[in-house]
């Protein structure tokens, strides 16, 4: 299988700025597309922003113009960079990587996701 490690959340004030980071680790595997969600308390998981392996990129509404989601394919890994923080982006922030793994000889599909980071901004 394919496992995910989140970095680089933690508590800053509004207006500040964070860097998530994760790393994705296994065997013969391909990710197409890798993203970050989050859920805030009582809330549903909402996508935050994805990207594929070319590059393509989607925002939510309510984080375009403040974060910018990266990645480094030969790294495996993605970034997800947060500017302008707001205290209604105080979540868990999860990574999620799907694509395809090599298995057995056969190449099946996959979607992972990472433990979760805590992001916390304050007022």
């Known amino acids: 299988q394919v496992q995910l490690v989140e970095s680089g959340g933690g508590l800053v004030q509004a207006g500040g700025s964070l860097r998530l980071s994760c790393a994705a680790s296994g065997s013969f595997f391909l990710a197409n597309a890798m993203g970050w969600y989050r859920q805030a308390p009582g809330k549903q998981r909402e996508l935050v922003a994805t990207?594929?392996?070319?590059?393509?990129?989607n925002y939510a509404d309510s984080v375009k113009g403040r974060f910018t989601i990266s990645r480094d394919n030969a790294k495996k890994t993605v970034y997800l960079q947060m500017n302008s923080l707001k205290p209604e982006d105080t979540a868990v922030y999860y990574c999620?990587?799907?694509?395809?793994?090599?298995?057995?000889?056969?190449?099946?599909?996959?979607?992972?996701w990472g433990q979760g980071t805590q992001v916390t901004v304050s007022s």
């Open positions: 999620n990587a799907e694509g395809r793994i090599l298995q057995l000889g056969t190449w099946r599909t996959f979607d992972s």
């Open positions: 990207i594929t392996s070319g590059g393509s990129t």
